[in-house]
């Protein structure tokens, strides 16, 4: 079984620049989610990729966008970046049927901004 | 806005001692998990919780969640070094499609 994969593992952009951030999904899930960690903090939900659509969004800008592809990878766009976007990017896999809503993480994406 | 609190924030403890993580809100969760983040790692999933008053142990470590399903606690008993690690914990309501995570409690084992 293949666990969730990121890339890249360190990122370093400047202010106003945009970011590209990859996610595999472990085999046998069809659902992804991103969220965001800050230095010190718990993970905070962007949004949730289900069938190549959004599903669900957490209380991000429309700066952060995403895409899910037919093989149930996923990309997080962030636009115009801002230094507080500076944080551990996590992308999640899941079951959509799963009863508890039980997500496998993958290892982030460390962006800072500059 | 976070919806659990965890106490405490720090913890730093000798090993072989004995520990308990609090997880508290004032909302209601169809189900609760505890992950443990390592350094340059992603959270790993421990447990799920789903019925109140439920207890679950993962050998040293004892889950309870509440009767009304607002909180919950994480007891390591003898903590070794290996268990050093931030401490998540995480709620699931009816209807979201994410999971509600704390704040975090950060567990350093001293040998």
């Known amino acids: 079984e293949t666990g969730v994969t990121q890339s890249p593992t360190h990122l370093i952009k400047t202010r106003g620049q945009q970011v590209t951030l990859r996610c595999s999904s472990q085999?046998?899930?069809?659902?992804v989610s991103w969220y965001q960690q800050a230095l010190g903090q718990g993970p905070q939900f962007i949004f949730q990729?289900?069938?190549?659509?959004?599903?669900g969004r957490g209380n991000f800008p429309p700066r952060f966008s995403g895409l899910q592809f037919p093989n149930y990878s996923s990309e997080l766009n962030v636009n115009a970046l801002e230094l507080d976007d500076s944080a551990l990017y996590l992308c999640?896999?899941?079951?959509?049927?799963?009863?508890?809503?039980?997500?496998?993480f993958g290892p982030g994406t460390r962006l800072t901004v500059l | 806005t976070q919806l659990l609190e965890q106490s405490p924030q720090f913890l730093s403890i000798q090993e072989g001692e004995n520990l308990t993580v609090y997880c508290n809100s004032s909302?209601?969760?169809?189900?609760l998990q505890w992950y443990r983040q390592e350094p340059g790692e992603g959270p790993v999933l421990l447990v799920t919780?789903?019925?109140?008053?439920e207890v679950k142990k993962l050998k040293r470590l004892t889950f309870q969640f509440g009767d009304a399903r607002k909180d919950s606690s994480l007891h390591i008993t003898a903590a070794q070094p290996g268990d050093t690690g931030l401490y998540l914990c995480?709620?699931?309501?009816?209807?979201?499609?994410?999971?509600?995570f704390g704040t975090g409690t950060r567990l350093t084992v001293i040998p």
């Open positions: 999640a896999s899941s079951d959509w049927t799963s009863l508890y809503n039980e997500q496998f």
């Open positions: 919780v789903v019925t109140g008053g």
């Open positions: 995480a709620g699931d309501q009816t209807g979201a499609n994410n999971l509600f």
């Open positions: 085999s046998g899930h069809n659902t």
């Open positions: 909302s209601v969760f169809s189900s």
């Open positions: 990729y289900y069938r190549e659509e959004e599903n």
